[in-house]
DNA sequence: CGAGTGACTGCCA
DNA sequence: TTGGCAGCCACTC
């Protein structure tokens, strides 16, 4: 069975609204820190019902090829940056934070 | 079962 | 700052 997918999933979903996650923290958060790659695939082959459009690339820039990302997460709250990218240090969500060192 | 692929990441020029 | 390269390993064909 697929763990790493369901692992993947898991975590996506737990993702709230106006919030966004890093490929590689997702990873991370579901035990495969060195799988940003396979996140990143499993979420292309998730199944709808997947809130996938939180999720972007350590950059903070939306997927690449995936246009309409970016109005998703604006309409969910999410604020970008002039230069399109997302604004990390607002919108990641907390439990990425949680994972790192005391700021 | 073997080989190729990828919605990433970090480092170096 | 931007662009390019190598490593990573489960999933797909």
């Known amino acids: 069975m697929r763990r790493f997918d369901e692992e993947i999933y898991a975590v996506v979903q737990q993702i709230p609204t106006g919030a966004v996650a ?10 495969y820190p060195a799988h940003a790659r396979l996140a990143g695939l499993a979420l292309a082959r998730a199944p709808e019902g997947i809130p996938c459009h939180r999720v972007v690339t350590s950059d903070g820039r939306t997927v690449p090829g995936w246009s309409a990302q ?6 969910e709250g999410v604020t970008f940056r002039p230069g399109g ?19």
């Open 22 to 31: 890093t490929y590689g923290g997702i990873a991370r958060l579901a035990g």
């Open 70 to 75: 970016r109005r998703l997460l604006e309409a």
């Open 85 to 103: 990218r997302i604004d990390l240090a607002r919108c990641r969500w907390s439990a990425e934070r949680e994972t790192r060192p005391a700021q």
